[in-house]
């Protein structure tokens, strides 16, 4: 199928200040959507509060808005530009947040705004610890055992009936960068890590789970087009184990040590993750911890949008995963994109390092 | 250490460092551009008589494991590294790449600049080729080199078919009986979990020795060498089209289009890795395949490409062949259907080992041939 014309105009979302965990790698992906969307003739709209960003500049789209990343200044642009579109899945946490709030509070509806890439429903289920657990639970996929907690009560109660074992992990619902989450190894300590994903996390939730601390873990990064067809781009070896945030670790493409039996698993797991969540076009990055010792397999999340580790993919590779999100967020499907580095072979070729 | 060497038959000459068993040997230089699955590789029959390129730099990483034989034994004649491994630490590893390379008697060469051999064999073809220890003479490397029979014509299922039937009993499922060009274990392993009763025929097999084993559906295995050279298995095959139900993978599906009248031909430099894009044209799914052929079949007017991503349909000697699988890397044949007797053939490796699971689901589909 070719690129939808039932849509013209489109709303990009930005990432707003460059912070420690949410770097210019979404300035980068910005770029790519731009210039993308241009090239195939819609007009872009794009917000962004950053003004020391290349997406900025003002060739790269056709009105840009410096201000706020709020729900009220975006609402204004929305009612003033009226976009038949939103791609909210390439500015990172920041946009994707923003866009389900604008969701939630009915401004997209109210001005017939759909999201493409990544609907709300897919959104919640990748975002929602809770959610998620069940998603990946219904699809026969093994994750730790977690609790999503809203008080330090639950903890307290979990922690008297066994619920939770030590050491633990804490996760705060919708930060990026892993912030205000942390790693509970005495009850003392997991109190403490708790009372500050809760207060970190804008919907004051935290997940509080199994512990793998010490397992290798990989990423995958998948892109699933509106045929279903989905390939790996690349996968992602942390050189420090679980515990070590992605985010602080040494990470290499591709995965180094895991033998081809292993590494396909990976792939069958990563695969039906992105279909249960059910991010229709796009990019998504799977992240899962693997015991050294018996290769056993624990899905620990996936982001439903571009991510860091899209930037290092995309570079590792050569397949510009942002650029190709944008045009499968417009229709296409990946056989009918060539690939910019071969130019000769589709984007449904899955890169192979050093294939050129 | 002392530098050797790897020689191709044009006189290209690439140094590096000899490892695994002493050298030399010779045989046909091809590269497969997998990141993984090395040791799934060198032990697949269908690389028998074949020295192997990695493009991926580090090989031998996660060490070698027996869950990780395709076969009993190693088949590539030799292997060609940028950056060899040992992998014995890993925890998974039950033992060394490198020690294991010289327990199976395979010679490897390693710090050899593979992307430079990548594009000399994508610029002028898969070519003959040996691995020479250091101290070789230039004259000798190549009079060895020179002597090598080519891959056009050889014969090399003899050589990797067992001499007597292997038989594996059913769990309720349709009797499959292949005749064994070379089988890979995954092929076995994915027929036995849908609970066949599995006869695997040496491939000098008479049609009526197939017809004797009783039949549900009939199995043409991978293997190595030229399809062309095989004239004696297109016979069988040709006398049981129309009788049995019949599938084929790889050099199986070659010999089955053979065997009804289409022909092959000698891929440019082949398709060896485990990332080719493959559709399959009823359903508009792409599967992400897992592939090793040096031979390809014609498509309709002798076309090597097609086109269209339609279900083209050629005349065989058994009626109209339609085109069910296409590659959209080349766009040359992947798989077909004959529509007047019960036949379907793919050209990739849906039992992957090494390579994506996305075709596994083709096995459900050709043991339906059976209730045809």
């Known amino acids: ?356 | 250490m002392s530098e050797g060497f790897l020689l191709l038959e044009d006189g290209a000459r690439f140094d590096g460092i000899p490892c695994g068993a002493e050298g030399p040997v010779t045989g046909e230089v091809v590269f497969n551009t997998a990141m993984t699955g090395y040791q799934e590789s060198v032990t697949d029959p269908s690389y028998a008589g074949q020295i192997i390129v990695f493009t991926y730099p580090l090989i031998g990483n996660y060490g070698v494991s027996a869950a990780a034989m395709e076969s009993e034994r190693a088949h590539a004649r030799g292997v060609v590294m940028r950056d060899p491994k040992n992998g014995e630490d890993v925890a998974t590893a039950e033992g060394g790449w490198l020690d294991w390379l010289a327990d199976c008697g395979v010679p490897a060469i390693g710090g050899v600049d593979t992307r430079a051999v990548v594009r000399h064999i994508r610029d002028r073809g898969a070519m003959r080729g040996g691995i020479f220890p250091a101290g070789t003479a230039d004259g000798e490397a190549r009079e060895r080199v020179a002597a090598e029979p080519s891959m056009d014509g050889a014969d090399l299922a003899r050589t990797v078919t067992p001499a007597e039937p292997i038989r594996f009993e059913g769990e309720g499922g349709p009797h499959v009986v292949g005749i064994d060009t070379g089988i890979k274990l995954n092929i076995v392993r994915q027929l036995r979990e849908r609970g066949c009763k599995l006869t695997l025929l040496p491939c000098t097999s008479s049609p009526e020795q197939v017809l004797a084993e009783d039949p549900d559906v009939v199995f043409l295995a991978n293997g190595p060498g030229d399809p062309a050279a095989l004239g004696y298995v297109v016979d069988t095959v040709r006398e049981l089209v129309g009788q049995k139900p019949l599938f084929g993978i790889c050099l199986g599906h070659q010999l089955l289009c053979r065997a009804v009248g289409l022909e092959t031909f000698k891929l440019p430099f082949g398709h060896r890795g485990a990332n080719h894009p493959v559709k399959e044209l009823a359903t508009g799914r792409i599967d992400i395949t897992s592939q090793n052929h040096g031979f390809a079949v014609q498509g309709p007017g002798g076309e090597p490409r097609i086109e269209a991503d339609e279900p083209v349909r050629w005349q065989t000697d058994f009626g109209a062949a339609e085109l069910s699988h296409l590659n959209l890397y080349d766009r040359t044949v992947e798989g077909l259907v004959l529509k007047e007797v019960a036949a379907a053939t793919v050209q990739y490796h849906p039992e992957a080992g090494p390579g994506p699971h996305d075709a596994r689901h083709l096995f459900d589909s050709f043991l339906e041939l059976a209730n045809a």
Not at chain 1, 27 to 37: E, R
Not at chain 1, 127 to 148: N, V, Y
Not at chain 1, 168 to 197: D, K, N, W, Y
């Open chain 1, 1 to 356: 199928m070719p690129k939808r014309t039932d849509i013209e105009k489109i709303l990009l979302i930005g990432s707003g200040p460059i912070v420690i965990g949410q770097a210019a790698e979404f300035d980068y992906s910005g770029v790519q959507a731009c210039k993308v969307l241009l090239e195939e003739g819609y007009e872009v709209v794009l917000v962004n509060s950053n003004p020391a960003t290349i997406m900025t500049d003002p060739e790269f789209a056709t009105s840009t808005y410096i201000e706020p990343l709020l729900p009220g200044p975006v609402t204004r642009i929305i009612e003033k530009e009226q976009p038949d579109a939103l791609l909210p899945t390439l500015g990172g946490q920041t946009a994707l947040n923003l866009a389900m709030t604008l969701y939630e509070d009915g401004t997209l509806e109210k001005h017939g705004v759909e999201l493409i890439g990544a609907d709300h429903a897919a959104i919640r289920r990748a975002e929602d610890r809770e959610e998620f657990r069940q998603t990946m639970t219904e699809a026969g996929l093994r994750i730790p055992w977690s609790m999503t907690v809203e008080t330090l009560g639950e903890v307290e109660a979990a922690l008297a009936d066994g619920r939770i074992t030590l050491p633990a992990i804490v996760r705060p619902a919708f930060t990026m960068g892993g912030q205000g989450g942390g790693v509970g190894m005495t009850e003392t300590e997991l109190r403490q890590v708790v009372s500050e994903g809760l207060a970190a996390s804008p919907i004051n939730q935290v997940l509080v789970e199994e512990s793998v601390i010490g397992w290798g873990e990989f990423e995958l990064e998948v892109m699933r087009d509106h045929n279903d067809n989905v390939v790996i781009i690349c996968s992602i070896e942390n050189v420090d184990p679980m515990g070590v945030h992605t985010g602080d670790s040494v990470t290499v493409a591709p995965a180094q040590t895991l033998t081809d039996a292993l590494y396909q698993d990976l792939r069958d797991q990563a695969i039906k993750v992105i279909r249960a969540v059910g991010v229709e076009t796009g990019g998504s990055n799977v992240q899962f911890a693997v015991n050294p010792e018996n290769g056993e397999i624990a899905v620990i999340e996936m982001n439903p949008r571009v991510s860091r580790s899209s930037a290092l993919a995309s570079k590792a590779t050569g397949f510009p995963i942002a650029k190709m999100a944008a045009k499968l967020a417009v229709g296409y499907a990946l056989e009918e994109i060539p690939n910019d580095i071969t130019r000769a072979t589709p984007a449904s070729f899955e890169p192979t390092i050093d294939m050129w």
